[in-house]
């Protein structure tokens, strides 16, 4: 069976998270425990008893989701399931360069540590947001996007499935875009929980930031077949991918296109490993076909192990 590990991003992170296997894994403990000497916070205690409104300032909610989900695929390595192919959802990239062998996962920690810290700089002002539009296409949302922007920078951020994308931009054109969406007939039209305008234009300087900040590190070529949200393509130069990441802040993610071409290739099995279904659900959309898995606790640990043949 080839089997892509698929990873989450912001937004997927509720309190508790990985910490029922952290309890029962020593494997998950030990990259908590390394996490927060890299961190220099306690991220398990973060993570295990929150305020929430803490784990959900960008600042740590990305290092938090970052760490979770690498916790919960060591446990999976541990047992004997390995990828094929990984991909992750905007934060979720950096979990997939680490499953593909590109960066280890200090390295990886530290880029994210930085990432999250000039979003969380940029979004302070509480001036941007992101909205999803559900029940409406592609073509639409871009259409939205342009008559909302005599009000201020908008644009579709995330092309997460054929009907479903989220627009991001100023507050202003972001109430218009709302409005312009329900005009036409969108079936759901949902606030995300963030305070930026992420994946837009207005993250350019955090793009250009975070380019500078990578060339310090090196990436090696990925060992397994990896896609990339800037491009939606499968990528293989470590040059490209040190781009696309710093691209990525500030242009949108195509994750519709990211799993076509998955597909493409001849993947059918999907993991979600990480918090939340939120990725399982968008690859149903896209490939109602393919078998789509999760993994976050001991009880979706032991159905993926049985499914798989893993060892408990």
């Avoid at 195509?254 to 076509?260: A, H, N």
Wanted: proline share 4%; aromatic share 6%; glycine share 10%.
């Amino acid at each position: 069976m080839s089997l892509a590990f698929v990873f989450p991003g912001q937004g997927s992170q509720y309190v508790g998270m990985g910490i029922e296997l952290v309890r029962s894994r020593r494997v998950a403990a030990e990259v908590f425990e390394q996490a927060g000497q890299v961190a220099g916070y306690q991220l398990l205690q973060l993570c295990a008893e929150g305020p929430a409104e803490v784990l959900g300032r960008t600042k740590y909610t990305q290092p938090a989701v970052f760490t979770a989900s690498i916790a919960i695929m060591r446990v999976l390595q541990e047992a004997g399931v390995t990828c094929q192919a990984a991909a992750g959802h905007s934060l979720g990239e950096y979990t997939a360069l680490v499953a593909a062998g590109v960066l280890p996962f200090v390295a990886a920690l530290e880029i994210v540590i930085r990432r999250a810290e000039l979003m969380d700089r940029a979004a302070a002002s509480g001036l941007g947001g992101m909205v999803a539009v559900i029940g409406l296409g592609q073509e639409a949302a871009r259409e939205i996007c342009l008559v909302a922007g005599t009000k201020g920078v908008v644009q579709p951020a995330n092309f997460n499935a054929p009907n479903q994308i989220v627009i991001s931009g100023e507050r202003a054109a972001l109430d218009e875009a709302i409005a312009e969406a329900r005009r036409r007939g969108a079936r759901k039209v949902v606030t995300l929980a963030v305070s930026g305008a992420f994946h837009t234009s207005l993250m350019a300087g955090v793009s250009e930031d975070l380019r500078l900040f990578l060339q310090g590190y090196t990436f090696s070529p990925p060992k397994v077949t990896l896609a990339m949200n800037a491009s939606g393509e499968v990528v293989s130069s470590p040059d490209v991918i040190k781009d696309l990441l710093a691209a990525q802040v500030s242009s949108p993610v195509f994750w519709d296109k990211l799993v076509r071409r998955l597909a493409s290739e001849g993947f059918r099995d999907y993991l979600e490993v990480g918090p939340g279904q939120v990725l399982s659900g968008l690859i149903r959309r896209i490939l109602p076909e393919c078998r789509v898995g999760h993994v976050e606790d001991e009880k979706t640990l032991e159905k993926v192990l049985a499914q798989t043949g893993g060892t408990v």
